[in-house]
């Protein structure tokens, strides 16, 4: 009886302590006040050094992608150091590691803010970690740079979004589908938002523009059983294969293609998520002649390209390929330090309204930052796998696209959103 | 902690003001000192990982006494946060004049609310649900499954199938759960801005006292004639059976109240952390849950729980320093914990007086 007894009274003890503390705590800001306390983040200029973020995942599933956009950030961050800095201020990088996991995205999120003070932050590749980390980024009134691209749908006043959003990648991927007469499409994705989303926009540019959508499959995350897709996308008498596929499983869906008798010419795969470092994993024999869609390919010619390529491969290993999401990533810096010497400030009202009209020659050509929306105009490009595990490009918007995340610019995307 | 009540009569001074005085320590760490030792930011870490806590308090209780391996905490997490971050949304919704939460107007049909939604605006029928409804799935379950006698690593693999298959079913239902995505940007609790600050404190102070109070409970459960029960039950089910107890209502309980503390764990995370998503339901974060109970020692009611903070602190820490070794790290600690640690650290100090003596056993959850 004395163990009962002897807790009943220490948990006396801790209601009282807890209702006392709940009473002293309890007097926050309602929501949709404006008295609530000021959580804008100071972020730390005083030095000789401003430390910028990088929130990449160096661990787990998604850090084999990751790790290429972290290492295309830091020798920006070494040009610019050696360029003289930004606003005479050399750049000091902090990496944190997002581990693949979105709540942890959140967590290093606020480290950067808050901990280390940082100017501008630059990463994340999944939308979910996006997702996770832009309340963060609101709360604090603190930047953060997306290279990657996306599903659309979103502008976030704290985030700039620097690869492509729906207009200028899966819209002239439709168009360059539907110019070479594959109108009828079969649609496999992974399992998860971007898929999802980016399929819900091709059905309804398929019924506005006389394609047909012959068939939808997703398979989880991860998922490598590709025999029954691939069988019915073979029966399915569709013209072409639009992949939203992501990671890993491309490598099992390819295989399972090549071996089921379908190639590039009897029916073409256009994938919106493989890129030069992808096509190695995968196996160029089991690639070439595919098409894929994006705003940047390691052979895309200029003189930009050439010096980002031979700066990459010096600093990382001759042969390492670029890509897309690379290449967003490097030139995310590069257009944070011309707003910023635009503004002549590190202040992030002021860097949010010199943003609009920043111009850059980048490797992909010239990007023009839309200050309305934080993204950016970009120029799309089809290209197709070469024997060598390049892409090529077979056709280009012709002039960088103008950015229409909620795509209020087409018709026939009205019912979507 | 030991597995057995002390008797009744002559119980050193010290022994008698262990349990009572530690609790009080505890709670002046918690509610005292922390609040004014960390920062703003180091505080709301700390909340997410008594949140952990709050799910090792069950998982002490059935893994460590009850011998359960509960290797799908994740599902009653994920239902209890879920069900709390449904009314949050809804909440937010209506602060902002509209009907459906961000994520529908995005990726839904765009129509009504659906149907298994609306109860959800309701914060007393939500609150209500994110324990009953984990509580609830746990019955049904445990009342099958231990009727048939499903145990041992059966039991833990039918844990998984479940964590899996709803975390498998929330991502396809992306128009009315987010999908992947789960739910994001959690503005307010229940009328309170979480981008104050105060309020970020208040969430820590209801996070703590709940996990005192429930620690609180388990404590009483343990020393209850129930407690010896379960250990009983534990230990040798079928004696159990022979005396004439029923030893499927005994684990059935254990597992329902466990079932009830993730729920909880989960709805206070959500304000805690602001997300709740698929990706804290599946199998590696069910498995995550019990890793940081089987380090600071299953049966023991505090060891657990350090184990589960500690866990997760280093985490945070370790993983910045070193992102790829963590998870190495992880699951030696794992590994070494239940192969030559069964106790947990908890166990250290008996391990070595035995070392010293051989004589008294060690009291672990030791059981197939």
Known sequence: ?417 | MTTTTPSVTSVPLLERFRVPGGFVLGAVLLLGVAPLALSDFRLSLLAKYLCYAIVAVGVSLAWGRGGLMVLGQGVFFGLGGYAMAMHLKLADAAATGETLPDFMQLYGTGDALPWWWKPFANPAFALAMTVLLPMAVAAVLGFFVFQRRVKGAYFAILSQALAAALSIWLIGQQATTGGTNGLTDIQGFFGYDLNDPVNQRMVYFIIAAVLLVLMAIARQLFVSRYGELLIAVRDSEERVRFLGYNPANVKLVAYVVAAGMAGLAGALFVPAVGIISPALIGIVPSIGFVIGAAVGGRASLVGAVLGAIAVAWAQSTLSDAFPAAWTYLQGLLFVVAVGFLPGGLASLGVVLRKRRTRTTPIPTGETA
């Open chain 1, 1 to 417: 009886m004395s163990g009962l007894s002897i807790s009943r009274r220490g948990l006396l003890a801790g209601m009282s302590a807890v209702g006392a503390s709940a009473a002293l705590s309890a007097c926050g800001a309602k929501t949709g006040s404006d008295t609530s306390s000021d959580s804008a983040a100071k972020a730390d200029t005083s030095g000789s050094t401003v430390k910028v973020g990088l929130l990449n995942s160096l661990s787990g599933t998604m850090a084999i992608s990751e790790v290429t956009v972290h290492n295309s950030l830091l020798l920006a961050i070494k040009e610019i150091n050696a360029a003289g800095g930004v606003l005479g201020k050399k750049l000091k990088p902090i990496s944190q590691d997002g581990a693949s996991d979105w709540p942890t995205f959140a967590e290093k999120a606020e480290a950067l803010i808050t901990d280390d003070k940082v100017v501008a932050t630059f990463g994340c590749w999944t939308s979910a970690s996006r997702k996770a980390v832009k309340p963060v980024f609101e709360r604090y009134k603190s930047l953060l740079f997306y290279p990657v691209q996306y599903e659309g749908l979103e502008e976030s006043p704290y985030i700039f979004y620097i690869g492509a959003t729906t207009n200028q990648q899966i819209v002239p991927a439709l168009d360059y589908l539907k110019k070479q007469g594959l109108t009828k499409l079969y649609l496999v994705g992974s399992d998860y938002v971007f898929p999802r989303t980016a399929n819900k926009i091709i059905k309804a540019y398929a019924k506005a523009k006389g394609m047909t959508v012959v068939g939808e499959d997703y398979a989880p995350l991860g998922s490598t059983e590709f025999g029954t897709i691939v069988n019915k996308v073979k029966d399915s008498g569709a013209d072409a294969v639009f992949n939203t596929l992501n990671g890993d499983s491309n490598v099992a869906f390819f295989k399972e293609y090549k071996s089921s008798g379908l190639t590039a010419k009897s029916m073409p795969v256009l994938s919106v998520s493989i890129a030069e470092e992808e096509v190695k994993s995968i196996g160029t024999q089991y690639l070439e002649g595919q098409l894929t869609a994006w705003n940047y390919y390691e052979t895309t010619p200029g003189a930009a390209n050439t010096k980002f390529v031979k700066a990459y491969q010096a600093a990382y290993g001759k042969g390492k390929p670029t890509s897309d999401p690379m290449e967003a990533a490097y030139i995310s810096v590069y257009l944070w330090k011309e707003m910023v010497e635009k503004a002549g400030s590190f202040d992030v009202a002021k860097v949010k309204t010199a943003s609009d009209g920043i111009t850059f020659e980048a490797p992909e050509g010239k990007v023009t930052v839309d200050g309305a929306s934080q993204h950016v105009y970009k120029t799309a490009r089809i290209g197709k796998v070469a024997a060598d595990g390049l892409i090529e490009e077979v056709w280009n918007s012709g002039g960088p696209i103008k950015p229409d995340p909620y795509l209020k610019g087409y018709s026939w995307a009205s019912g979507l959103s």
